[in-house]
């Protein structure tokens, strides 16, 4: 049984793992300018502010450090679940780091939003994750297939 989790496992790695990469890359201008088409944020200016918008209580200094710690760990989750590295300690991180941004969302910037961006998929699919029984062509099973 365990072997019909091989490519479905790794498909969920990589789309994952890029998923939590991407917007990093965005955030930081690496994919292009603030209202190009398909670019969310553009500068981490924009990504500050709209971290501010799913904090509010926070304060702008305190989102703005909350920013860079989601940043950080994004950056963390996605390359070890692509290279499957800790892979389930990284989905568990990421299952947490998506539900916090999903719920955030729809409390203050409404229940539509998480849907629209497919963050409570994220989230779920992080914990499905996270339950795999083996994580084939990964550093936690010597990149056997």
């Known amino acids: ?11 969920l790695r990589l789309a994952l793992g890029l ?9 930081f ?6 209202g190009e088409k398909g670019i969310s944020w553009g500068n981490w200016e924009n990504f500050a502010a709209y971290t501010n918008m799913l904090l509010p ?21 996605g390359t070890c679940l692509i290279v499957g590295f800790k892979t389930r300690v990284a989905a568990y991180g990421g299952f947490l780091l998506t539900l ?4 955030c969302m729809a409390v203050f910037i409404g229940v539509k939003s998480p849907f629209n961006y497919s963050v409570f998929s994220d989230s ?12 084939y ?3 936690d099973n010597g990149f056997k297939g």
């Open 1 to 11: 049984m365990t072997g019909t989790f091989r490519i479905p496992q790794l498909y």
């Open 19 to 27: 998923g939590f990469l991407i917007p990093v890359a965005d955030r």
């Open 29 to 34: 201008g690496w994919l292009g300018a603030a």
């Open 57 to 77: 209580f926070l304060g702008r200094q305190m989102a703005s450090v909350m920013a860079l710690l989601a940043t950080i760990a994004e950056i963390l989750i």
């Open 100 to 103: 916090t941004f999903a719920i």
């Open 124 to 135: 779920a699919a992080s914990l499905l994750l996270a339950f795999v029984p083996a994580y």
């Open 137 to 139: 062509w990964s550093f």
